[in-house]
Protein backbone atom coordinates (compact mmCIF):
# COMPACT_ATOMS: atom_id res chain seq x y z
CA UNK A 1 0.00 0.00 0.00
CA UNK A 2 1.27 3.42 -0.98
CA UNK A 3 2.66 5.63 2.35
CA UNK A 4 2.49 9.24 2.04
CA UNK A 5 5.94 11.24 2.18
CA UNK A 6 6.61 12.28 5.70
CA UNK A 7 10.02 13.95 6.74
CA UNK A 8 10.26 14.21 10.71
CA UNK A 9 13.07 16.22 11.76
CA UNK A 10 12.73 15.23 15.35
CA UNK A 11 11.98 11.24 15.51
CA UNK A 12 12.64 11.10 19.12
CA UNK A 13 9.94 13.67 19.80
CA UNK A 14 6.16 12.16 20.32
CA UNK A 15 4.28 14.89 18.24
CA UNK A 16 0.83 15.38 20.25
CA UNK A 17 -0.19 17.62 17.43
CA UNK A 18 -0.65 14.95 14.97
CA UNK A 19 -3.44 13.30 16.30
CA UNK A 20 -4.88 17.01 14.69
CA UNK A 21 -2.84 17.21 11.61
CA UNK A 22 -2.60 13.18 10.72
CA UNK A 23 -2.44 14.29 6.93
CA UNK A 24 0.85 16.85 7.97
CA UNK A 25 4.03 15.74 6.03
CA UNK A 26 6.88 17.92 7.50
CA UNK A 27 7.04 17.30 11.44
CA UNK A 28 9.50 19.77 13.49
CA UNK A 29 10.27 20.91 17.12
CA UNK A 30 11.23 25.05 16.75
CA UNK A 31 12.22 27.50 19.57
CA UNK A 32 9.43 29.36 20.24
CA UNK A 33 11.34 32.77 20.06
CA UNK A 34 12.08 31.57 17.09
CA UNK A 35 8.87 30.72 16.11
CA UNK A 36 7.33 34.03 17.05
CA UNK A 37 10.38 36.05 15.47
CA UNK A 38 9.78 34.43 12.00
CA UNK A 39 5.80 35.35 12.04
CA UNK A 40 7.05 38.99 12.61
CA UNK A 41 9.79 39.00 10.17
CA UNK A 42 7.54 37.82 7.25
CA UNK A 43 5.18 40.32 8.11
CA UNK A 44 7.58 43.30 7.89
CA UNK A 45 10.20 41.41 5.00
CA UNK A 46 8.44 38.23 3.54
CA UNK A 47 4.92 38.64 3.27
CA UNK A 48 3.53 37.80 -0.24
CA UNK A 49 1.23 40.94 -0.28
CA UNK A 50 4.73 43.20 0.01
CA UNK A 51 5.65 41.82 -4.00
CA UNK A 52 3.34 44.76 -5.45
CA UNK A 53 1.10 44.38 -8.56
CA UNK A 54 3.68 43.10 -10.80
CA UNK A 55 4.73 39.66 -8.56
CA UNK A 56 8.36 38.99 -7.15
CA UNK A 57 11.17 36.43 -8.60
CA UNK A 58 10.63 32.84 -7.13
CA UNK A 59 11.49 32.49 -3.48
CA UNK A 60 10.66 36.03 -2.77
CA UNK A 61 7.77 37.28 -0.99
CA UNK A 62 6.35 33.85 -0.73
CA UNK A 63 4.38 34.15 3.11
CA UNK A 64 1.22 34.63 4.19
CA UNK A 65 0.50 34.68 7.97
CA UNK A 66 -2.52 33.21 9.49
CA UNK A 67 -3.69 32.63 12.77
CA UNK A 68 -6.59 30.40 12.71
CA UNK A 69 -5.24 27.83 12.94
CA UNK A 70 -1.70 29.51 13.92
CA UNK A 71 0.68 29.40 11.34
CA UNK A 72 1.83 30.47 7.61
CA UNK A 73 0.51 29.64 4.28
CA UNK A 74 3.35 29.25 1.35
CA UNK A 75 2.97 30.67 -2.31
CA UNK A 76 5.61 29.62 -4.51
CA UNK A 77 6.07 31.45 -7.11
CA UNK A 78 6.13 30.43 -10.99
CA UNK A 79 9.11 31.61 -13.22
CA UNK A 80 6.71 34.82 -14.21
CA UNK A 81 6.35 35.85 -11.10
CA UNK A 82 2.78 34.53 -9.45
CA UNK A 83 1.86 33.58 -6.28
CA UNK A 84 0.26 30.03 -6.21
CA UNK A 85 -0.90 28.74 -3.01
CA UNK A 86 1.00 25.37 -2.08
CA UNK A 87 1.22 24.51 1.80
CA UNK A 88 0.20 25.29 5.22
CA UNK A 89 2.45 25.71 7.86
CA UNK A 90 0.37 25.00 11.35
CA UNK A 91 1.80 25.18 14.89
CA UNK A 92 -1.49 23.89 16.72
CA UNK A 93 -0.12 25.18 20.23
CA UNK A 94 2.25 27.84 19.92
CA UNK A 95 2.67 28.72 23.30
CA UNK A 96 4.72 25.60 23.92
CA UNK A 97 8.77 25.76 23.85
CA UNK A 98 9.74 24.10 22.01
CA UNK A 99 6.94 24.53 19.28
CA UNK A 100 5.76 21.43 17.36
CA UNK A 101 5.02 22.33 13.91
CA UNK A 102 3.66 20.53 10.79
CA UNK A 103 3.81 21.44 7.62
CA UNK A 104 1.12 19.98 5.21
CA UNK A 105 1.35 19.94 1.72
CA UNK A 106 -1.74 20.95 0.00
CA UNK A 107 -2.02 21.50 -3.93
CA UNK A 108 -5.47 22.40 -6.17
CA UNK A 109 -5.89 21.07 -9.64
CA UNK A 110 -5.66 24.39 -10.83
CA UNK A 111 -2.50 25.00 -9.84
CA UNK A 112 0.71 25.39 -11.70
CA UNK A 113 1.84 22.41 -8.96
CA UNK A 114 -0.77 19.89 -9.53
CA UNK A 115 1.11 18.04 -12.24
CA UNK A 116 4.27 18.05 -10.74
CA UNK A 117 4.00 14.70 -8.66
CA UNK A 118 2.90 13.13 -11.69
CA UNK A 119 5.46 9.92 -12.00
CA UNK A 120 5.30 9.89 -15.64
CA UNK A 121 4.09 13.10 -17.44
CA UNK A 122 4.63 11.85 -20.92
CA UNK A 123 2.38 8.53 -20.36
CA UNK A 124 -0.29 10.77 -18.86
CA UNK A 125 -0.18 13.34 -21.41
CA UNK A 126 -0.65 10.06 -24.08
CA UNK A 127 -3.61 8.60 -21.85
CA UNK A 128 -5.20 12.33 -21.74
CA UNK A 129 -5.05 12.75 -25.88
CA UNK A 130 -6.59 9.10 -25.90
CA UNK A 131 -9.40 10.03 -23.61
CA UNK A 132 -10.21 13.13 -25.22
CA UNK A 133 -11.49 11.63 -28.32
CA UNK A 134 -13.01 8.51 -26.66
CA UNK A 135 -14.59 10.76 -24.37
CA UNK A 136 -15.09 14.48 -26.22
CA UNK A 137 -13.76 16.11 -23.27
CA UNK A 138 -11.24 19.01 -23.60
CA UNK A 139 -7.59 17.77 -23.34
CA UNK A 140 -7.57 19.64 -19.50
CA UNK A 141 -10.54 17.76 -18.39
CA UNK A 142 -8.68 14.62 -20.11
CA UNK A 143 -5.74 15.67 -18.25
CA UNK A 144 -6.77 16.40 -14.89
CA UNK A 145 -9.39 12.90 -15.19
CA UNK A 146 -6.19 10.84 -15.83
CA UNK A 147 -3.89 12.67 -12.93
CA UNK A 148 -6.62 12.07 -10.55
CA UNK A 149 -7.65 8.03 -11.18
CA UNK A 150 -4.46 7.02 -12.83
CA UNK A 151 -1.73 9.13 -10.47
CA UNK A 152 -2.79 10.52 -7.27
CA UNK A 153 -5.97 8.47 -6.13
CA UNK A 154 -3.51 4.89 -6.55
CA UNK A 155 -0.73 6.49 -4.62
CA UNK A 156 -3.26 7.51 -2.11
CA UNK A 157 -2.40 11.24 -3.07
CA UNK A 158 -5.70 12.33 -3.35
CA UNK A 159 -6.67 14.83 -0.15
CA UNK A 160 -10.16 15.83 -1.72
CA UNK A 161 -12.40 14.90 -4.92
CA UNK A 162 -13.09 16.98 -8.02
CA UNK A 163 -15.65 19.42 -6.72
CA UNK A 164 -19.06 21.28 -8.16
CA UNK A 165 -16.07 23.11 -9.69
CA UNK A 166 -13.90 20.73 -11.15
CA UNK A 167 -11.07 21.33 -8.39
CA UNK A 168 -9.36 18.52 -7.03
CA UNK A 169 -6.52 18.79 -4.26
CA UNK A 170 -3.95 16.77 -3.16
CA UNK A 171 -0.67 16.16 -1.00
CA UNK A 172 2.49 16.38 -2.16
CA UNK A 173 5.59 13.33 -3.18
CA UNK A 174 9.05 13.11 -1.35
CA UNK A 175 10.25 15.82 -3.23
CA UNK A 176 7.94 18.44 -2.50
CA UNK A 177 8.17 17.56 0.87
CA UNK A 178 11.99 18.14 0.86
CA UNK A 179 11.51 21.34 -1.19
CA UNK A 180 8.77 22.66 1.90
CA UNK A 181 11.69 21.74 4.42
CA UNK A 182 14.44 23.38 2.72
CA UNK A 183 11.67 26.70 2.08
CA UNK A 184 10.92 26.47 5.96
CA UNK A 185 14.42 25.90 7.13
CA UNK A 186 15.39 29.11 5.37
CA UNK A 187 12.99 31.04 6.74
CA UNK A 188 13.89 30.28 9.84
CA UNK A 189 17.19 31.01 9.39
CA UNK A 190 16.49 34.59 7.71
CA UNK A 191 14.60 35.52 10.28
CA UNK A 192 16.96 34.84 12.89
CA UNK A 193 19.32 37.10 11.30
CA UNK A 194 17.38 40.20 10.77
CA UNK A 195 16.89 42.95 12.30
CA UNK A 196 13.39 43.66 13.03
CA UNK A 197 11.83 47.29 12.59
CA UNK A 198 11.34 47.16 16.74
CA UNK A 199 15.49 46.43 16.73
CA UNK A 200 16.42 49.08 14.80
CA UNK A 201 18.88 51.48 16.92
CA UNK A 202 19.50 49.10 19.37
Known amino acids: MPQRAVLNLAPKHTFAGL ?9 LLVPRAIWTRTRMYVRHFEA ?13 YEW ?19 AAYCAAIVAPHPDGDPVEVFGL ?8 WWFDAVDDI ?3 QMRAELM ?5 LSVD ?27 AWRTGNMKEALGLKDALIGLFSRARVATLPDEVGQ
Open 105 to 112: IDIASDSP
Open 122 to 124: QQM
Open 19 to 27: TELPEAQVL
Open 64 to 82: ELIDQPHGLKWWRRTMMGD
Open 132 to 136: TRQRQ
Open 141 to 167: EARLMVSVEEEYRPREMLSAETDDNGV
Open 48 to 60: VALAGRFGADPGD
